[in-house]
């Protein structure tokens, strides 16, 4: 069993930060890719950006400059930091590994979301 759990969601105004973090647990050997994705209401989900095993990362045009992701794989937990909001970046933001077990099978895993709430 695995779980991904997600944190330091919460309410901001235009213009200020936020940090997210989310951990794996269970069985775990490795991870793999690292994202964040996000749904605003009556949207789909869209990445928000990557992190590979390499640390090379990829991210949406519309938080270029703004936001960086990071890993710690010692801790199993990638972050998310969030600078210059902007109202439109309110969405509920999910965290995804693809994970390989001890059985050395990869599987991608959802945490619950997380909301971040940027007010005008």
């Known amino acids: 069993q695995v779980q991904v759990v997600e944190s330091g969601g919460g309410l901001v105004q235009a213009g200020g930060s936020l940090r997210l973090s989310c951990v794996a647990s269970g069985n775990i050997f490795s991870i793999n890719d690292m994202g964040w994705y996000r749904q605003a209401p009556g949207k789909e989900r869209d990445l928000v950006a990557l992190?590979?095993?390499?640390?090379?990362?990829k991210y949406a045009d519309s938080v270029k400059g703004r936001f960086t992701i990071s890993r710690d794989n010692a801790k199993n937990t990638v972050y998310l930091q969030m600078n210059s909001l902007k109202p439109e970046d309110t969405a509920v933001y999910y965290c995804?590994?693809?994970?390989?077990?001890?059985?050395?099978?990869?599987?991608?895993?959802w945490g619950k979301g997380i909301l971040v709430t940027v007010s005008s």
């Open positions: 995804n590994m693809i994970i390989r077990n001890y059985a050395f099978i990869d599987a991608g895993y």
């Open positions: 992190i590979y095993k390499n640390s090379n990362t």
